[in-house]
């Protein structure tokens, strides 16, 4: 069962979000639109507004980068190598994308210390990158495509029902390169593209659509139908069916009847027609055939997965969190799951997110660290090895810790001294963690957890149970990393080992007055697991008695 | 000359829709003296003006989460609209689609100069007491959103529009946001509790 099939993904997240968006738009009094005046144009004006709104970060001897997953302030170990005193400080870089002055509110700076939590002001090195997002940057080099890497299909039977027009914005959009050649100068085979169709034929003025899809995805056509189905909430009706000496599926596409099967390794072709054409579908379908060569993509901007290290990209909604390895202007640049900075500086390679109580740390590294140290307190670390991924010079790594009360990361050479430090504060937004494989994690430890490490899944349906019950938890000693709110609600509580139970987990159940163990169920929540989670507690709709009362119960 | 156009005296600027066609002049591009004018504006663009103000204030904060640099793009959306209609003799069909779509780009515009300036800034949001836990979430959340990815949000479920609707406004197929749409919910999930 698919996490998909247990949450109302439709109807009340998309509720909370017209209300919410009605809501925040309300948020701020609109003024009086009086005497409209054509004369006054405003837009070519300077983009910061004068109103105090915005302020400018300074700190001394601080990177600030700001990408699509937050602010991170990186304060560097003055007793490491490369230190602040040996770099140039640059001067802030006061003008902004129209050459405008930016100056700060001058009754602003008190606000900015405690934004940043940096000592003495001075001017800040910005560093010289330039952010992109794997969707809408358009700043990354080329990567060239091998031979048959973007093939896509379409059908000459098809035109008889409209024009042809083909997407290839999509190639640019939404792939990556999931395989680099032996040689590392092109890439072998891409992922992305699933549920928009790279080909359309007719849908204007009346006439039926055609859709051609090309998905490059390593999921069976059953994996694929069950994404794409009706609701996304499951596969609903399907049949077996052969297509082009292949096994598919047709199911139903939203309203449109459609047929999916894998045409080659890793590449699965999907055809959807509106219900007129239905009797045709299977007709067409073995129509398709594959692009000319010269009208398919020689590139795709250069945005690379390392392998193993996060999730693998997933064909229900063209992604995936992993290490993204970019390459813009010839800069490498790095994220999780999506680009989040480029620079050559070792804080500009370094990627945190946090989820619930958990940090990932993610990123690239010079060619001589072969492991990487992040520390949140005193009582927990994470080391893991870095990996090679070619042709890159750099190497990869990606760790998950316990949140702490700081974050520093030391990077080490093949001796374990250690190259370089950093203290990494102030992580105003984290999200997007993933929970993926990572590399190995040596200690992660705490004193009285009685060895367990404890993710919780609310699901009683009431808001605040969770926070209650992992607040209870840390208090008698045991470590809390995630708390998370299940795909569906139960009524009893329940204690699920991810592996066998150890003999914490035995003392955990009499804590919560549980009377036996439940086998872990992934698809109880959206995500994954951080891998250090050893036990799995479900707070169901009665709380945990034994412990603290639900909120808004009488004890 | 007869003038074939969308417009008649007793219709609405809002009103206005494609396949409306009427007999008459263009108050856009024909300075009639059937049409009043007030300080220079004809009045029933003021009309239109007034009636759409507020609205498009609101859907430039939710593409841009910042309602000061809201005001102003409105304003400067009305006045594209306008000069637009002055200087062009095409006649606007659907001047509330042209709005839409002039806004959507001038806070694009915006947001692709914001991107430089959010290298050396934070951000302060609106009054937080106004807003749930969530709605500050959300509107967080909303930020982090490349920005076609959140005006297919903000165009689909705040002001309801269809898929080709939302590929008119921002000038794309419907198979882009189709997958921007996609993208973006899937992101809203994972970040939203």
Not at chain 1, 172 to 185: I, K, N, Q, V
Not at chain 1, 339 to 359: F, P, Q
Not at chain 1, 375 to 385: C, M, Q, Y
Not at chain 1, 393 to 405: E, H, K, N, P, Y
Request: with cysteine.
């Amino acid at each position: 069962m698919k996490t998909d099939d247990l949450l109302d993904r439709s109807g009340s997240f998309e509720q909370r979000l017209r209300d919410g968006l009605n809501n925040l738009a309300h948020a701020d009094p609109v003024s009086e639109p009086g005497r409209f005046d054509p004369d006054v144009l405003r837009i070519d004006r300077p983009s910061v507004s004068g109103s105090g709104r915005w302020m400018v970060g300074a700190a001394a001897a601080a990177v600030v980068a700001i990408g699509v997953g937050g602010l991170l302030v990186v304060d560097r170990d003055a007793s490491a190598p490369n230190a602040p005193a040996d770099q140039p400080v640059t001067g802030p870089d006061t003008s902004n994308a129209d050459g405008a002055a930016i100056t700060a509110p001058p009754n602003e700076s008190d606000s900015v210390e405690s934004a940043v939590s940096m000592p003495a002001p001075a001017p800040v090195a910005f560093g010289t990158e330039e952010l992109c997002d794997d969707s809408g940057c358009d700043n990354f080099d080329p990567l060239a495509l091998a031979p048959g890497a973007a093939t896509y299909y379409r059908s000459d039977s098809a035109t008889a029902h409209g024009a042809e027009a083909t997407d290839l914005d999509l190639f640019t959009h939404l792939t990556r390169c999931a395989e680099l050649t032996p040689d590392g100068t092109a890439c072998a085979r891409i992922e992305g593209i699933a549920g928009v169709s790279v080909v359309t034929y007719g849908g204007s003025q009346g006439s039926p659509l055609v859709e051609i899809g090309t998905t490059y995805a390593t999921i069976t056509p059953a994996q694929y139908a069950a994404n794409w189905g009706p609701t996304g909430d499951g596969p609903g009706d399907t049949s077996p069916v052969v297509v082009r000496g292949h096994d598919g599926v047709r199911y139903a596409n939203e309203i449109r009847d459609a047929v999916v099967w894998q045409e080659a390794p890793g590449v699965l072709i999907w055809v959807a027609v509106d219900p007129s054409l239905s009797d045709d579908l299977l007709e067409l379908a073995e129509g398709v055939q594959p692009a000319d060569p010269a009208n398919v993509p020689a590139t795709i901007p250069h945005r690379v997965v390392v392998p193993g290290l996060g999730e693998p990209w997933e064909a229900e909604d063209n992604d995936g969190d992993g290490v993204i390895v970019g390459v813009h202007d010839g800069i490498e640049c790095v994220g999780f799951g999506y680009i989040d900075h480029c620079g050559t500086e070792l804080e500009n390679r370094v990627v945190v997110r946090t989820a619930g109580d958990s940090i990932r740390v993610s990123g690239s590294t010079p060619a001589d660290v072969v492991k990487v140290r992040v520390t949140t307190s005193p009582e927990v670390e994470a080391v893991g090895d870095t990996i090679t991924f070619a042709p890159y010079q750099s190497r990869f790594f990606s760790l998950v810790v316990a949140s702490g009360d700081s974050l520093s990361v030391e990077w080490l050479n093949d001796s374990d001294q250690v190259i370089d430090s950093a203290v990494l504060t102030d992580l105003v937004t984290g999200i997007d963690a993933g929970t993926g494989p990572t590399t190995t994690v040596t200690a992660n430890t705490v004193p009285g957890s009685n060895g367990l490490v404890i993710a919780l899944v609310d699901a009683s349906g009431t808001p605040g149970t969770a926070a209650a019950i992992a607040a209870d938890l840390t208090q008698r000693g045991y470590v809390v990393v995630s708390t998370q709110t299940a795909t569906q609600t139960f009524d009893e509580s329940m204690l699920m080992p991810v592996e066998t139970p150890s003999d914490g987990s035995n003392e955990l159940l009499t804590v919560l007055g549980i009377g036996g163990f439940d086998t872990w169920t992934p698809t109880l929540i959206e995500t994954s697991l951080a891998e250090t989670v050893t036990d799995v507690v479900v707070i169901g709709t009665g709380g945990l008695p034994a412990m603290t009362p639900p909120p808004g119960t009488v004890p | 000359m007869l003038v074939v156009e969308l417009w008649s005296p007793g219709l609405r600027w809002n009103q206005i829709g494609v396949g409306e066609v009427v007999v008459g002049v263009n108050p856009l591009t024909d300075v009639s003296d059937r049409a009043e004018r007030v300080d220079g504006v004809d009045s029933r663009f003021q009309r239109f003006y007034e009636d759409r103000y507020e609205s498009t204030v609101r859907l430039a904060r939710l593409l841009t989460g910042d309602s000061h640099a809201a005001e102003d793009i409105a304003q400067d959306a009305f006045v594209k609209v306008y000069r637009y209609a002055e200087s062009s003799q095409q006649l606007i069909g659907n001047p509330a689609a042209l709005l839409r779509t002039t806004t959507v780009n001038l806070c694009r515009s915006w947001y692709t100069r914001q991107r430089r300036a959010e290298l050396r800034m934070s951000h302060h949001g609106p009054d937080p007491t106004s807003l749930t836990v969530w709605e500050r979430e959300l509107d967080a959340s909303l930020r982090r959103l490349p920005h076609d990815q959140r005006a297919v949000v903000v165009l689909r479920y705040w002001l309801g529009l269809s898929e080709s609707e939302i590929a008119d406004a921002l000038e794309c197929r419907p198979g882009t946001v189709k997958s921007r749409h996609a993208r973006a919910l899937r992101t809203l999930r994972k970040e939203l509790p």
